[in-house]
């Protein structure tokens, strides 16, 4: 029997607008971007509203699946767009639009990666540049349990590694030349967390 909601153990920052003072980037965290009663309500609809797959990666030769569940969505208007692929619903359009007035860009696509647990993660990584170019804008909110996000400078061994926590609520852009000087993590924690789920707004384009 369930005495509460998984909502109720969820904790929002408390360190409001952050800029943080690193080389080769330019990196802003705002907690409580959404309030509690919001970031409730977004989470339990995303969690339990969204058609969450699966998808198989390449990792050292061989194809294995990810420790995490994904769903895409992108505006159909975009060249080589899924014309079938899934509609913005009315609280990921909410969302976007809220993210948009803060940077004041346009973003047409959207990657949301659920983690389910402890044993869900992401490893070391730069984002693909393929369709976001060299140095991509990446607008990310958090719902859910709070999850250690580390970065690390590929090339100055000098510079320690950077541990944010991103709790319920919270807003991070990674800007400027960020992707191209570091890499970034979500990983795996022995604690006993509940489902986390992460929503990263790009700037997609085709050749």
Same mark, same amino acid.
């Given at each position: 029997?369930?005495?509460?909601? *998984?909502?109720?153990?969820?904790? %929002?920052?408390?360190?409001?607008? @952050?800029?943080? !003072?690193?080389?080769?980037?330019? /990196?802003? +965290?705002?907690?409580?971007?959404?309030?509690?009663?919001?970031?409730?309500?977004?989470?339990?609809?995303?969690?339990?509203?969204?058609?969450?797959?699966?998808?198989?990666?390449?990792?050292?030769?061989?194809?294995?699946?990810?420790?995490?569940?994904?769903?895409?969505?992108?505006?159909?208007?975009?060249?080589?767009?899924?014309?079938?692929?899934?509609?913005?619903?009315? *609280?990921?359009?909410?969302?976007? %639009?809220?993210?948009?007035?803060? @940077?004041?860009? !346009?973003?047409?696509?959207?990657? /949301?990666? +659920?983690?389910?647990?402890?044993?869900?993660?992401?490893?070391?990584?730069?984002?693909?540049?393929?369709?976001?170019?060299?140095?991509?804008?990446?607008?990310?909110?958090?719902?859910?349990?709070?999850?250690?996000?580390?970065?690390?400078?590929?090339?100055?061994?000098?510079?320690?590694?950077?541990?944010?926590?991103?709790?319920?609520?919270?807003?991070?852009?990674?800007?400027?030349?960020?992707?191209?000087?570091?890499?970034?993590?979500?990983?795996?924690?022995?604690?006993?967390?509940?489902?986390?789920?992460? +929503?990263?707004?790009?700037?997609?384009?085709?050749?």
């Amino acid at each position: 029997m369930t005495l509460f909601n *998984d909502t109720e153990l969820f904790t %929002s920052g408390l360190r409001g607008k @952050t800029v943080f !003072d690193l080389p080769d980037c330019e /990196l802003i +965290l705002i907690d409580n971007f959404f309030s509690k009663e919001e970031s409730d309500q977004y989470y339990e609809k995303l969690l339990h509203q969204t058609k969450w797959r699966e998808y198989e990666m390449e990792m050292f030769d061989k194809t294995v699946t990810a420790p995490r569940m994904i769903a895409w969505y992108e505006d159909k208007e975009n060249k080589g767009a899924d014309p079938k692929g899934p509609d913005w619903s009315y *609280d990921l359009l909410s969302i976007r %639009s809220r993210v948009e007035k803060e @940077t004041q860009l !346009d973003f047409n696509s959207l990657l /949301l990666n +659920l983690y389910r647990n402890g044993n869900d993660s992401v490893a070391w990584h730069s984002d693909k540049e393929h369709h976001t170019g060299s140095n991509p804008i990446i607008a990310s909110v958090t719902f859910g349990d709070t999850r250690m996000f580390r970065l690390r400078h590929k090339f100055r061994k000098d510079i320690g590694q950077v541990e944010i926590p991103l709790h319920h609520g919270s807003f991070l852009l990674m800007a400027g030349t960020t992707n191209s000087f570091w890499q970034h993590q979500v990983p795996k924690t022995a604690k006993n967390v509940l489902p986390r789920i992460n +929503l990263t707004f790009r700037r997609t384009f085709r050749k």
